[in-house]
């Protein structure tokens, strides 16, 4: 394209022929000297039908259409002539004038309309029909219509677009321009769709120097954001500094007085001695002190058990069950029984649900009213049909309202953040949950900041039990909340090692066990249901995975494979990673056809009965239950998985089916959160089970290809696993013990909180 010989163009639009929501394109005529009419075509954002805009950029002979003018820059002005002024009236931008209504305002003002309605909009009571009221809005519109267009222009001009710079407008108003001029990092804490990205490319745009304060506090905070995704709560002072300079490109000597100026204004918190000390974004340092304070006062609590009616329910509930509880299983329900804050901690088939429907049976008898939570709805789902009562997951059992916000920006981040810290929900220290005791499954998902609101929720005379493996992966979010409680010494801690599910002899409780302690698995045994295929090369692989999760497996055991297999991945990108196996998977189970309506994006093709995941925690989003009529919420959130029941192109709508039959529409956009789920990372797995699941080992990165990833894998499977792959890669796995550092002050809070309690 030559640009070397621009041109400038005035006029009206006529026009919009063309129009692509998505980006902005279009393609519209423009009336140019009041006689001549001009196709233009372009990135033209918030450009509507009536507007008199300046366009820059050159024409071009089009083979079908004739000369066109490609746009490359564009203003917008104010019409003069009376014609063009009419025109723009009568566009439907101005408030209370319509076309009748601008042809007779034109007819008495002529010329001197635009400065009569911006500077004298009283005078338009002259006009027939025109009260004084309706004549100051018109003017009011007017003036609105002037500042944002200019601000939007101002804006575009620096690579913001046309919708955050009108969310900047609704926020300062006419002194956008100049607020943003002075600091334009506000803008992360005041437009929560701008993060730092945004912020500091706006920043250099307009001549911010690399080493300004305002920029150095900013890259602090993204950092110490960024870590939370990382599952930090802190970082230490020394990394937080390498890493802000890097990523600000500025010398390390000038961050340290930055961070004197937030602690100041109290949004870090520097915790320690000056040599080492660590480095809280100040509601992720209230989150844990918080929850430190509240376990170790729950822990205190002590309840009075009549022993002879212990034991007669005990027999009751073995008898009902059909069970008999050894001594470990009887002391771990005696001890959450006795005690205000307990744990309850095994790997799979060591009798953690058994434990959980005895203390249900046992506290319900006592005439306590107990509340059961699990951090995902595919854990909340098993806890209720296995204890039957019912349980929910933590966000709807805290009665989720809002988060404040209906966007998505920037500041999203998977691990948590400031909005995470922020939620509404119904259920809070004012309004307390009704229980007796909360018995909380699955807790090594839980990250501070949900412990944080879930507490805030528990009354404090409530006894509280976790149950967990501390073996699997620590939570997505910000901190390592189960094994940080197990290694203060100070809570009742039940550890069951003993493996009681044995069912007809399957092999993957205890291959899992053998994997937990450093050894490999027992696989290809005779009527098992634990599985080892040896193939080197990643095509092999991948060719394999296809042929058993959509053959083999439904050929041999009469499953369902959109329904019954989930494949999981440690890593996702690679040709045998979760991306790449989920183009293949949809290929081969359900694959284009005639008829069957698509929809595109950067995630990939989606179409109606696509297995599919929400990839982000979307606190705004409206469900209801589709066999239920009247039922409703909101929410959902990053894991959940559901099916596409219809695409709507005309509407740009897709329908998808949750579990639990919540039946939610995305718009196209919101679509960026979906991806398909035909395969998924061993992370997105958590505190889920599947019937079959097959997982794929080839090399990857050290920090995935390790024995808690493949432990954790293992664990999800219900009826059978199949592993497919290199045998030294799983031999590397299980030698791999490492796990990434996570920076908490959890366990260190809590012990100084008992060292507190002693010396009182």
């Known amino acids: 394209m030559d640009t070397s010989n621009e041109i400038v163009i005035h006029g009206t639009v006529l026009e919009i022929i063309f129009e692509n929501e998505d980006n902005g394109y279009k393609i519209c005529d423009i009336l140019c000297n009041g006689t001549d009419t001009v196709t233009a ?15 820059t950029g050159h024409f071009e002979n089009h083979k079908v259409y004739g000369d066109q003018f490609i746009v490359t820059g564009y203003g917008k002005e104010l019409p003069v002539h009376a014609d063009e002024i009419e025109i723009f009236l009568s566009s439907g931008l101005i408030e209370g004038v319509g076309p009748a209504t601008a042809k007779a305002i034109v007819k008495k003002f002529g010329e001197d309309t635009v400065q009569v309605i911006l500077h004298a909009p009283e005078k338009l009571e002259c006009v027939r ?65 701008i993060g730092f990205k945004t912020a500091d490319r706006l920043g250099q745009s307009i001549g911010i120097a690399l080493d300004a304060g305002s920029r150095i506090c900013a890259g602090i905070l993204h950092i110490l954001s960024l870590a939370l995704g990382g599952g930090h709560v802190f970082l230490p002072e020394p990394i937080l500094i390498r890493e802000t300079a890097q990523l600000l490109n500025v010398s390390e000597s000038l961050i340290e007085p930055s ?35 509240r376990l170790y006062e729950h822990s205190l609590i002590t309840t009075d058990v009549s022993m002879d009616r212990f034991e007669k329910n005990m027999q009751k509930f073995q008898r009902q069950a059909g069970i008999h509880l050894d001594d470990a299983q009887r002391d771990a329900i005696l001890q959450s029984c006795l005690h205000g804050f307990s744990i309850i901690t095994g790997g799979p088939g060591t009798g953690k649900t058994t434990i959980i429907n005895a203390l249900v049976h046992l506290l319900t008898g006592m005439s306590k009213k107990c509340v059961l939570a699990a951090p995902t709805g595919r854990a909340a789902k098993r806890m209720a049909e296995t204890c039957g009562l019912p349980a929910k997951t933590i966000h709807r ?58 507490l805030k929720a528990t009354p404090k005379e409530a006894q509280i039990i976790f149950v967990g493996d501390q073996n699997q992966l620590p939570s997505v979010g910000p901190g390592n909340v189960l094994k940080d409680l197990i290694s203060t010494g100070l809570f009742r801690t039940t550890v069951l090692s003993k493996i009681y599910r044995q069912e007809d002899s399957s092999m993957i409780a205890y291959n899992a066990h053998k994997v937990n302690g450093g050894l490999l698995p027992e696989t290809n045994q005779k009527d098992s249901d634990f599985f080892f295929l040896p193939r080197k090369t990643s095509q092999d692989v991948m060719q394999t995975l296809i042929d058993v999760v959509c053959r083999r497996l439904p050929n041999a055991y009469g499953i369902d494979p959109m329904k019954d297999v989930q494949v999981l991945i440690p890593n996702k990108k690679g040709y045998c990673g979760v991306m790449n196996a989920n183009v293949l998977l949809q290929q081969e189970l359900n694959p284009a056809r005639d008829g069957l309506d698509e929809f595109e994006n950067s995630n990939g093709v989606f179409r109606r009965g696509d297995r599919v995941m929400q990839t982000k925690n979307n606190y705004e989003i409206t469900w209801i239950k589709k066999d239920t009529p009247g039922v409703e919420g909101k929410g959902i959130f990053n894991g959940e998985m559901g099916v596409i029941q219809g695409i709507d192109k005309k509407n740009k709508t897709v329908d998808i089916l949750f579990d639990d039959d919540r039946f939610v529409t995305y718009d196209f956009p919101t679509m960026n959160q979906i991806e398909h789920c035909y395969a998924i990372t061993v992370h997105k797995s958590q505190g889920s089970e599947f019937d079959y699941c097959v997982i794929p080992l080839l090399s990857g990165p050290p920090m995935l290809m390790t024995r808690n990833i493949l432990y954790t894998a293992i664990t999800r499977a219900k009826k059978m696993v199949v592993l497919i792959g290199d045998g030294q ?12 550092a996570r920076y908490t002050y959890l366990a260190e809070r809590i012990i100084e909180r008992g060292r507190k309690n002693e010396r009182a």
């Open 397 to 454: 059992l805290l009665e989720f309202t809002s988060s404040g916000r209906e966007f998505e920006g920037e500041n999203d981040l998977n691990g948590g953040n400031r909005e995470d810290f922020y939620l509404k929900f119904g259920r809070n220290e004012q309004n307390p949950l009704d229980v007796n005791v909360l018995i909380v499954d699955e807790t090594s998902m839980l990250d501070t900041l949900l412990l944080y609101h879930l």
């Open 259 to 293: 961070l004197d100026t937030l602690e100041g204004l109290h949004k870090i918190l520097c915790l320690g001695a000056p040599e080492n000390r660590q480095i809280f974004l100040s509601y992720m340092d209230l989150s844990e002190k918080y929850v430190a304070d």
């Open 41 to 55: 075509r372009g990135t033209l954002p918030f450009l509507y039908v009536g507007e008199y805009v300046t366009f």
């Open 729 to 740: 890669c799983m031999e590397n796995m299980i030698a791999n013990n490492t796990q990434q």
């Open 129 to 193: 029909g025109i009260s004084h009221a309706r004549a100051l809005r018109i003017g009011e519109t007017f003036q609105e219509y002037e500042a944002t267009s200019e601000l939007i222009v101002y804006f575009n001009q620096h690579g913001i677009s046309t919708g955050l710079a009108l969310k900047i407008y609704q926020k300062y108003g006419i002194l956008a321009t100049e607020i943003v001029q002075k600091n334009p990092y506000r803008l992360i804490d005041d437009i929560p769709e």
